[in-house]
């Protein structure tokens, strides 16, 4: 179905060996201190996948995701998602040129609930690992906005109020590492965790760092400017 998930496990095949870190990053010379953002990259022990944590939702809870350099669409499982604040993303809305949608929900029949609603962009999230069979898992991936936060140099969270990510629902998470509850995308499109970094930071340089260490011991980090 999508093509890019061959290039997806290349990818991780050849990030298998040395592991992985990574930086997100402000101007070198700003006086906005708060920047870059910064999260740690784990390698998983029994998987070899490289796991970054960040927050999401209100309150803010800290969760795990496989780290993916290839995939469009962040995603996390939303069938365990509770915030408060989350909203759809109408399907006439402005930021849809953006988004690289696939479908529109126009109406959704069950109670209103992070997987859905009424006139919701649908996204189409994958799993590079095992790729999902829509035809066994629920298929419908609600586009959703809701805070995302990542620590700065000196350990604050800061928040990204309009994070766009996807919903997926719990058969996404096969053959990901224990713990690890979502997907943190990196590919090439405008809603690539760094993009969106950067746009929250206008007046900064669209840059970011990883540092991958091949040694499930080291913690390593990366850096969003
Ligand atoms: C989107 O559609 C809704 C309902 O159909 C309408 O009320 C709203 O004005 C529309 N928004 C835009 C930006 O077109
Ligand atoms: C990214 O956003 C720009 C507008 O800011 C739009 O012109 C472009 O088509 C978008 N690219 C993709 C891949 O959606
Ligand atoms: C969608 O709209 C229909 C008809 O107006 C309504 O019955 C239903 O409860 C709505 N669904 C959600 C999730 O809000």
Redesign the pocket.
Known sequence: MNPSLNTHKNIMAKLAVPLLLLLFFQSLISSQASLPLQTTIQKDRSTSQYVITAHLQTPLKLTNFLLDLGSTYTWVNCDDYTSSTYQHV?????IASLLGHYACLDLCNSPPSPNCGN?SFLFLPDNPIKPVDYRKVNGLNTALIDPFALPNAQGYLTLINNFIFSCARTGFLKGLAKGVTGLAALGRSNISIPVQINKAFPSTPNCFAICLSGSIYSTRRGSFW
Do not use: E, K, L, T
């Open positions: 109408p399907c006439n809305s402005s006139n």
